[in-house]
């Protein structure tokens, strides 16, 4: 039995030569707008990661309003220089101290002391005895064991107890230079509203300030913005890439090895290749999580350093570099082994086979057959990993990054902060000094990031050529 | 007697015999230990998350119930319903999506099947950019651009300075790359035979994009989609800076829907938002605040498990499809 089809004539499938022209025009323009309409969607991509630079940009250089409690240049031509030739860097160690001696409270002295002495042979704000007697205490204060301050450091306490700099206001790059004049009226509206009470207008100095400059990039953290630095968070970083890198590229690449060369298909290798793609989407504050209840907590004795050092560490529980490197270790394996495997697996067959004809085993046909040609795609596959794993911030606040530490790491059981989240605490301060800070730090980032990158590229580069 | 004979007789010559080697055994025992350490990983997520998710509902002023269905967030007085972080991290995400989808489809379909080698060559590394910027700093750039654009263009005394929208806005630009870097790989995939076939039967570039190469590629470009969708819900930096740090409370029925309920312009703190915010600084464990964390983030775990393995099944019935 046949189903009878419609009669359709040829007119009913294929329109008109009417229809058909008359569409024409309509039809290219609608094709027209399309294409326009994806290009603009795509310029806006663009527009974003430019206004996104810009805004970095703009915050981290600019006008601001100062206010300094002793000149610069007076102390300068008080200590007998020549205020036109010499700067307040110009000056002698000595002279430094001397000014610290003459403009500093005894107690807050006496502390900075107890941080880190001046000289290594006499002391400036302690007694001999009351020193001797501290450093024999229980818990002797940093300056005991510490080295004596150096020249840099000495300057920065200068700048800031000394000369005590005051950014009452800050302007951004682009209106500073567009428009210097309207920065001064504004601070001057400022001052008439009675906003700034503790200064008069005839204080106030307009300076140019790039808050991006290397006395920033050198400078330990602070809570003054005007000389604070991010020193302390760079280091912090490289000490967590560092750790991190060497729990997750062996790791990583051994499992992607075993996935590849070495596991037949059961169901729990399956398992593992299936846990991998989910743990590549686990969302980092999750490791956060899991670096908080199991490295910070369960494992504290060995995070804190308490067990190899019986008890002495620098930090007193499990929030150190190691947590935090470890966890960012964790997040960045399946990424690692993803990676790895690409590389691995774009390997020819060939290779292989050639090596087991030889009579070589397994390993040691991977060991020098397949890794040696794999190794670019591994390489920057990792270090891509591990660029993303730098800036991250939500798990190292999860394991508790300590947001305010002027001190530099000393090793992996020290307590730590990092760019990342230096760019966080600074951003969530509500003074506009704080916000340049931020932006400065985040360009300091963007730059590790992009040296990391270049790196990768150079690597694949040098490698590819000597496997070829 | 042949060879083969003997051979079968008597069992390979001992020089041909598999000799033990340990160091091989060894390194292969190592290797099998990393590939197992994912597992480890996943155990040990689930295990702490659900260990603390365990101890928070064992207090006596939460209950299961409560945590489902009650709609308001407030540690303080006891009260812990999810609802209000729920619907912060969602109104974050649909706006995130409304900007994105567009975004990264268009430059998807525009790099896939519109652009010459050099136009390709100028946008791919841009996006590689956005891709590669940390997200912090997009919340610097939320908090710094976004939202004193959004106030100055819409009216300070309509806008918060943290709300809902600038967040949003920023986190679909984050996720853009994700979207259309995805989708163009589902649409080069598609074989050009169907291309030609529709260019032969006189479509224009427009009909042959939408009708026949994004229809063809359509499970693999939703799988890109759910992706990023479970990226925007996981998403904490930009969040935490721009959202603010107020759960959204409401009585349903009673609270106006789109005035307050679901205003975008004013704040409301997303499920990683309150993770991020109540861990920042010291938090004392085996305190209801510790605990809470670990069951929002076991909430988290699984949407973004669910959305993962949704997008998995798309792509594999793409892959069906053309491979």
Redesign the interface.
């Known amino acids: 039995m046949s189903v009878q089809a419609p009669e359709r004539r040829r007119a009913d499938f294929f329109p008109t030569e009417e229809e058909y022209t008359g569409h024409l025009g309509w ?2 323009r ?2 027209t707008w ?2 326009g ?6 310029t ?3 527009i ?2 430019v ?2 630079l810009y ?2 940009i703009n ?1 981290s250089f600019g006008l601001v309003a100062i206010v300094n409690q002793n000149q610069p240049e007076d102390i300068v031509a008080d200590l007998g220089y020549d205020p036109e030739t010499t700067g307040l860097n110009g000056i002698t160690f000595d002279e430094m101290v001397g000014l610290l001696e003459a403009n500093v409270s005894s107690g807050v002295g006496r502390r900075l002391e107890r941080e880190q002495r001046f000289y290594e042979n006499r002391l400036v704000f302690e007694s001999d005895q009351v020193w001797a007697e501290i450093c024999a205490s229980e818990e002797p204060p940093s300056g005991c064991t510490a080295a004596p301050r150096d020249q840099a450091n000495v300057f920065a306490l200068v700048q800031e107890r000394v000369v005590q700099p005051d950014v009452i206001a800050s302007n951004q790059l682009v209106h500073s230079l567009l428009d210097p004049g309207g920065f001064e009226d504004e601070v001057a509206s400022g001052f008439e509203a009675g906003r700034f009470q503790e200064y008069t207008f005839e204080q106030v100095e307009f300076e140019w300030r790039a808050w991006f400059s290397p006395t920033f990039l050198l400078s330990p953290a602070s809570a003054t913005p005007e000389i604070a630095g991010i020193r302390t968070a760079i280091l912090g970083s490289m000490w967590l890439v560092i750790i991190t890198v060497l729990f997750a590229v ?3 690449v ?2 992607a ?3 590849v060369e ?2 037949r298909p059961s169901r729990f ?1 399956n ?2 290749q299936t ?5 590549a ?10 670096g ?3 490295l910070v ?1 369960v494992l504290e004795p060995i995070t804190s350093g308490d067990i190899f050092t019986g008890g002495t560490s620098p930090s007193d529980n499990g929030r150190t570099i190691l947590s935090a490197g470890m966890t960012l270790g ?1 997040l960045t ?2 990424v690692v ?1 993803i990676s790895s495997q690409e590389a691995l697996k774009a390997v020819p067959d060939s290779l292989r086979q050639a090596g087991m004809a030889l009579g070589a ?3 040691q046909t991977v060991r020098s057959q397949i890794l040696p040609v794999a190794m670019p795609g591994v390489l920057t596959g990792t270090i891509l990993a591990v ?2 794993a ?5 798990p190292l ?2 394991v ?1 990054a300590a ?1 305010f530490i002027t001190v530099d790491p000393s090793g992996p059981f020290s307590k730590f902060t990092a760019l ?1 989240i230096q ?2 605490q600074w ?2 301060f509500p003074q506009e000094e704080f ?1 340049n800070l ?2 400065a730090a ?1 360009i300091a ?2 730059l590790l ?1 992009l040296t990391l ?1 270049a790196a990768a590229v150079i690597l694949r580069n040098r490698f590819s050529r000597r496997v070829e | 007697m042949t060879a083969d004979d003997r051979i079968r007789a008597e069992g390979p010559p001992s020089s041909l015999q598999k000799s033990p080697r340990p160091g091989e055994t060894a390194i292969r025992g190592f290797l099998f230990i990393c590939g197992a350490i994912s597992i480890a990983i996943t155990v040990g997520i689930l295990y702490e998350l659900g260990k603390e998710s365990f101890l928070f509902f064992q207090d006596e002023s939460v209950s299961v119930v409560d945590f489902l269905t009650d709609t308001f967030w407030q540690p303080q007085v006891g009260r812990f319903g999810i609802w209000p972080l729920v619907l912060g991290t969602l109104m974050i995400t649909i706006i995130a999506m409304l900007v994105a989808v567009p975004i990264g489809l268009a430059s998807a379909i525009y790099l896939s099947e519109y652009a010459s080698r050099r136009v390709r060559g100028f946008f791919k590394p841009v996006l590689e950019v956005l891709v590669g910027i940390p997200t912090v700093v997009y919340g610097f750039f939320a908090l710094t651009f976004m939202t004193p654009l959004l106030r100055s263009a819409l009216g300070a005394n309509v806008v918060g300075f943290f709300n809902v929208l600038s967040a949003g806005i920023v986190v679909g630009i984050l996720i853009v790359p994700l979207i259309s870097s995805l989708a163009e790989d589902a649409l080069s995939a598609v074989p050009d035979s169907l291309r030609q076939a529709a260019y032969a039967l006189g479509a224009s570039k427009l009909e042959v994009s939408t009708r026949v190469v994004v229809p063809a590629a359509l499970s693999g470009i939703a799988a890109g989609i759910v992706i990023a969708m479970s990226r925007a819900v996981g998403e904490t930096m930009v969040v935490t800076l721009a959202a603010g740090a107020s759960p959204r409370n409401f009585i349903p029925g009673e609270d106006p829907f789109f005035g307050y309920i679901l205003n975008p312009f004013q704040s409301a703190q997303a499920m990683t938002g309150y993770i991020a915010i109540t861990a920042n600084g010291d938090l004392s464990y085996n305190t209801i605040d510790y605990n809470s964390i670990f069951s929002i983030g076991l909430t988290l775990f699984f949407m973004t498990l669910g959305l993962n393995s949704l997008s998995r099944r798309l792509v594999n019935r793409f892959r069906q499809a053309y491979q």
């Open positions: 039809r290219s609608k094709a399309f294409q309409f994806c290009m603009a969607m795509l806006i991509a663009v974003a990661l206004t996104l805004t970095i915050d062996p790791v990583g051994g499992a090895i075993y996935l070495f596991a290798n398992l593992i846990n991998i793609n989910n743990l989407g686990v969302p980092s504050i999750i490791y956060g999580m899991l908080l209840a199991i907590r964790l394996l399946p082994i085993t397994k390993w660029a993303r730098v800036g991250e911030t939500a606040i999860l508790g947001s990342p760019i966080f951003t969530s916000r931020a932006a985040s980032l963007l990031l990158n």
